[in-house]
């Protein structure tokens, strides 16, 4: 998709929609028709990302042994690195605010289901559902927002397994 080739070379912030429709091939009244601005449109194109992030925060087992990853963490971190430029420019300060709202709402919505299911993490009975699953998705944005900020980031097992040990207290 343009906006994402865009994305992943241009700060979001700097992309037109001009830019956007010569990119795409196709004339700049076509991408009005569909998006209001550069953030609507990159937020949209990036729906899939988000998901897959969701789901994958949503499927950490609680049991997992402490010293691996699930799968699924292990997944969704090499998902982030294998687009870090990507998620680089979108997480970052230039980055756009309504897709990091829209990849929080999206956890938070996945892992209150979860907690909804029974795969609650122990120890948090006295927390509203919501609370508990709110803070743990902006914990996860900060994490990854941190890691692939850094010059040599650590592998992807790494922050996996070192995500899954905080997730779990």
Not at 107 to 123: D, I, K, N, S, W
Not at 135 to 152: C, N, P, Q, R, T
Request: proline share 6%; net charge negative.
């Amino acid at each position: 998709m343009a906006i994402l080739e865009l994305a992943a070379v241009k700060d979001p912030a700097s992309i037109t929609m001009s830019e956007v429709a010569k990119h795409a091939d196709v004339n700049r009244a076509t991408v009005y028709q569909h998006f209001p601005d550069v953030n609507a449109l990159v937020t949209d194109a990036m729906e899939d990302a988000v998901a897959h992030v969701a789901r994958a925060a949503a499927l950490c087992p609680l049991d997992a042994p402490r010293n691996d990853a699930p799968q699924p963490l292990n997944d969704l971190f090499q998902h982030i690195i294998d687009n870090a430029a990507l998620y680089r420019r979108m997480l970052g300060p230039q980055g756009s605010a309504r897709f990091t709202a829209r990849m929080r709402e999206r956890l938070t919505t996945e892992l209150v289901t979860t907690f909804h299911e029974g795969r609650r993490p122990a120890g948090f009975d006295d927390v509203p559902d919501e609370v508990h699953a709110a803070y743990l998705a902006g914990a996860l944005i900060g994490v990854i927002a941190h890691w692939i900020s850094g010059d040599a980031p650590v592998s992807a097992s790494a922050m996996a397994l070192a995500f899954c040990r905080l997730f779990r207290r």
